[in-house]
């Protein structure tokens, strides 16, 4: 069975600290998405990233991907109340396998001022 | 990028009843996908809707109960039919355009 697992799944830090959320998947895959998501609201898109060793920043968020360990970080840096949300990655799976998206359960942040 | 117009964005049912959702798209798509997001939870394929051809139902799910629609390449339904409480979920149209996909603003379903 094909496994997308994310960690922690809630995670509850202070104004200004440093985290990393972590995502691991059980397949071969080069491309692998992580998305925000506000309570009640839709998904969106983060990063999408396509190759080992990808990593890519947006404000206080940077993801990363290696293939080899099928291990994608989240990192936060300092971290502020708006990041509040639900993050979840998402791997695509090989055409072999259907070609789809699988998603990890989402991690809760709460970021306390 | 692409715009994605869902509809209804929330509604209230009752049990045995159908609802149908629709999925517009501002650009042409090849595939349109169907998600399920039950509370609490991550999303789940429901099924994946080709124009032209039947759609394509993950595990679990079964065509009389999520029969879709794909009458072109802009558009697209999701029915959910004789709905019970355990179909209370947020349900979510997206499209792959490059190497992005991206998400209707999803319909909340709630089944009494």
């Known amino acids: 069975e094909l496994k997308v697992e994310q960690n922690p799944l809630f995670l509850s830090m202070q104004e200004g600290k440093n985290y990393t959320i972590y995502c691991n998947y059980s397949?071969?895959?080069?491309?692998l998405y992580w998305y925000r998501q506000d309570p009640g609201k839709s998904l969106e898109s983060l990063f999408v990233?396509?190759?080992?060793?990808a990593v890519k920043q947006e404000g206080r968020l940077m993801a990363s991907l290696d293939t080899k360990a099928r291990l994608s970080t989240l990192h936060i840096t300092a971290a502020v109340h708006d990041l509040s949300a639900t993050y979840f990655c998402?791997?695509?799976?090989?055409?072999?396998?259907?070609?789809?998206?699988?998603f990890g359960a989402g991690t809760i942040l709460r970021v306390k001022s | 990028s692409a715009v994605i117009s869902q509809k209804p964005s929330r509604d209230i049912c009752q049990r045995g009843t159908s609802l149908t959702i629709q999925c517009q798209v501002d650009?042409?798509?090849?595939?349109m996908f169907w998600y399920r997001q039950q509370p609490g939870q991550s999303l789940t394929l429901i099924a994946t809707?080709?124009?032209?051809?039947?759609?394509?139902?993950e595990s679990g799910f079964v065509i009389d109960k999520f029969p879709i629609s794909r009458p072109n390449l802009t558009f697209s339904t999701l029915t959910v039919s004789n709905m019970s409480p355990e179909d209370s979920s947020i349900y979510l149209c997206?499209?792959?355009?490059?190497?992005?996909?991206?998400f209707g603003s999803g319909t909340q379903l709630s089944v009494l």
């Open positions: 997206s499209v792959a355009t490059g190497e992005k996909l991206f």
């Open positions: 397949t071969t895959s080069d491309r």
């Open positions: 990233l396509l190759s080992n060793g």
């Open positions: 998402a791997v695509d799976l090989p055409l072999e396998y259907g070609n789809k998206l699988v």
């Open positions: 650009s042409q798509v090849t595939m």
């Open positions: 809707a080709n124009q032209g051809s039947e759609a394509t139902y």
